[in-house]
């Protein structure tokens, strides 16, 4: 049978009915119908083959040889099902990730027996710190019963109530919410607090353990003798490297073994030795913790061991995969699935597309190319918390070896490496990570400045858009940023709006003292132009921190003005194009420097017939909030004043998430017209 994607219908409405569910929170408020159709799911054994095992780890010390077969069974159909339906994420290009999930399938199903079992001594829920891993809870969901299996074809798309992390009241039968690495395992401690008698597990990864987060939760763990279980996937593979070269000396047995907590390693792959260890753990009085040692994505060949297992499986790895083990179906469904894009087609002054955060990185390697090798080293230090190939920060690895610091998944202390090389004057630090993890550093922040500390960060993954992740990967509070003094160290905090304007915003900020944040989007945005078709940023363009852009007049009597920044300008200028066409005569302001005031705009929009802020933050933190008391100590008064910034939880997909929150274009249009 054929998959296919039904017409895009866009409608305000709760994503589904959650009535029955036991958290509830504000409802998601716009749903796609864009769902993959399928009558069943394309491998047929799964979920209902499935062998619902039971075997209780306090009374037997080893399984049988049936019941071994039958734990085996079962991963192989749950690993042939994730790659079934979360290669549908590689198809559609919504992305995911296959391996980390696929990896832990044998702990999942031996744990699952347990709790069968024992629910008596169990907290039977999956917690899980690397949220990414999302694809497990969504089996496990199937298996219960909670979840369609054909619903699983639509991961991670827009509206379908699967998104790229586990989010409570989201999608039926997932139990909790994760998705920032060292945040559950703390968390657990506390369930684990509120079920005494209860065993409470909690699968981590190589990557979450290097959080700064898992050391304090091991130190409780063990002080107050949490009956807490980690189950850890060390398979020497995060986004960027193997953990074994760039963090030479950390161990993941050893480091748990150093806080006194009792921890044994295995063979993540040898199915009777994961359960001996499994079942030593959680019948330990005690926090304890299993080690599986594997490479990444065993038996998918071309991803295995690779850096590849940790995204999505590629289409073609995955049908020569399901074509290996028998499942034509699902290889018919996964050619049938077509690439998602944005439905509302060409944005009027919108030129070619590029990727901002690509733009830092090269703007970065022009300027160092500049200097000696010796001046770079007495200046310069950047240094990666492992998504420099995402953040671009890894474009310096290999031209500039000599001042790069690949390190890992710990973003409050590299900080505060990047602000101690920075302290002295004439020397500065540079440090990239996500923007939703700038929320994790403000104490660095505040310390780096309070010790005069030259920082240039640069905070990709800015706003919603493209963020198949969803909600708690949203870098939607980086005001946040500006959390200091006004006799205190300098801060400015940037969000431009295209890769031409990076251009020229690194030339300037990068020579600039104090803490810069640099702002950019995870999606690609188009060049904003003139009105004659030419780049606003292009030939002749000179960057002055703290000025504004008129990017459109309105005129000579313009209605009121609409302020935007970053991909809310392109959206905000199809807006303003489109109305003109219909005799609204609108100005379009570019606020690129975030937290300082420009003058010329205060007096532009002073008495002005409205005044709309579109912004891709959050509308209770972001750049509104801030504004309207700048107009107030000012005594500037547009006629009317109205925001829009993101202000509900997302519910997946890509392009979507504009639509969603409200500032799409039509929806600008409509709040515009609404102020008229």
């Avoid at 039971?54 to 040889?65: L, N, R, Y």
């Avoid at 798309?157 to 919410?177: A, D, I, K, N, Y």
């Avoid at 910034?645 to 392009?655: A, C, F, H």
Wanted: net charge neutral.
């Amino acid at each position: 049978s054929k998959a296919t994607v039904s017409v895009l219908n866009w409608h305000r409405g709760p994503l589904h009915d959650r009535s029955t569910m036991s958290h509830s929170p504000a409802a998601k408020r716009q749903k796609v119908s864009n769902e993959v159709k399928q009558a069943t799911f394309p491998i047929k054994a799964f979920p209902g083959e499935y062998k619902r095992l039971s075997i209780d780890p306090f009374a037997v010390t080893e399984p049988t040889k049936q019941q071994l077969a039958d734990l085996q069974f079962n991963i192989d159909l749950c690993r042939d099902a994730m790659v079934a339906f979360s290669a549908t994420g590689s198809a559609s290009g919504y992305g995911g990730h296959t391996g980390g999930a696929f990896d832990t399938v044998p702990e999942v199903v031996i744990l699952d027996a347990f709790f069968r079992a024992r629910p008596d001594k169990f907290v039977t829920i999956f917690f899980d710190e690397a949220g990414h891993r999302v694809i497990t809870q969504y089996m496990i969901a199937a298996l219960r019963g909670d979840l369609e299996p054909t619903a699983l074809l639509n991961y991670r798309r827009g509206g379908c109530g699967l998104p790229g992390h586990p989010e409570l009241g989201m999608t039926p039968g997932v139990q909790f919410s994760s998705g920032r690495l060292g945040h559950m395992w703390p968390f657990v401690n506390g369930v684990a607090m509120a079920n005494p008698g209860k065993a409470v597990i909690c699968l981590g990864s190589d990557g979450s353990q290097q959080e700064g987060n898992d050391d304090e939760a091991a130190r409780l763990a063990v002080a107050k003798n949490l009956n807490v279980k980690l189950v850890i996937d060390d398979n020497d593979i995060t986004i960027t490297g193997h953990p074994s070269d760039y963090l030479p000396g950390f161990d993941c047995l050893k480091n748990l073994q150093g806080h006194n907590m009792k921890a044994e390693q295995v063979d993540g792959e040898d199915l009777a030795a994961v359960f001996a260890s499994l079942r030593n753990a959680v019948t330990f009085d005690g926090p304890a913790a299993v080690v599986c040692r594997r490479k990444m994505a065993p038996g998918i060949e071309g991803v295995e061991g690779t850096h590849t297992g940790h995204d999505v499986v590629p289409v073609a790895r995955a049908i020569d995969y399901l074509g290996k083990r028998g499942h034509k179906e699902a290889i018919e469904v996964l050619k049938a699935v077509q690439k998602t894009k944005d439905p509302h087609g060409a944005y009027k002054g919108a030129g070619d597309y590029a990727a901002m955060r690509g733009a830092v990185g090269d703007a970065l390697v022009a300027i160092l190319s500049k200097m000696t090798k010796e001046e770079r080293v007495k200046t310069v230090m950047a240094i990666d918390s492992d998504l420099g190939s995402s953040t671009s920060l890894a474009k310096l690895q290999k031209p500039f070896p000599e001042i790069f610091q690949h390190s890992g998944i710990m973003e409050r202390g590299n900080f505060s490496a990047a602000a101690g090389f920075g302290m002295e004057k004439g020397k500065q630090g540079i440090f990239s990570t996500f923007a939703a993890f700038l929320e994790m550093i403000i104490s660095e922040i505040t310390m780096a400045r309070l010790n005069f500390s030259n920082v240039l960060c640069h905070f990709s993954h800015s706003g919603c858009d493209d963020m198949a992740d969803n909600t708690c990967h949203f870098g939607i509070n980086n005001m946040f940023a500006d959390n200091g003094l006004s006799d205190g160290h300098e801060t400015r905090l940037y969000f431009p709006a295209d890769v031409k304007q990076v251009a020229a915003l690194m030339n300037v900020v990068y020579h600039m003292p104090g803490l810069r944040f640099v702002f950019t989007t995870r999606s690609k945005t188009p060049l904003v132009l003139k009105e004659d078709g030419t780049p606003f940023y292009g030939e002749g363009f000179q960057f002055v921190p703290g000025k504004d852009d008129l990017i459109r007049t309105g005129g000579d009597a313009p209605k009121g003005y609409v302020i935007a920044f970053g991909d809310a300008l392109y959206r905000a200028l199809d807006a303003v194009e489109t109305l003109k066409e219909q005799g609204i005569h609108v100005g379009l302001i570019n606020k690129t420097t975030l937290n300082v005031v420009d003058e010329a705009t205060m007096r532009l929009v002073n008495n002005a017939g409205f005044l709309l802020i579109v912004e891709p933050l959050n509308a209770a933190t972001g750049l509104a909030s801030k504004f309207g008391t700048w107009m107030l100590k000012r005594g500037v008064c547009p006629k009317k004043f109205d925001n829009i910034g993101v202000s509900i939880e997302g519910t997946g997909g890509l392009w979507e998430h504009a639509y969603h929150q409200g500032y799409d274009s039509p929806s600008i249009q409509k709040a515009i017209k609404s102020l008229l």
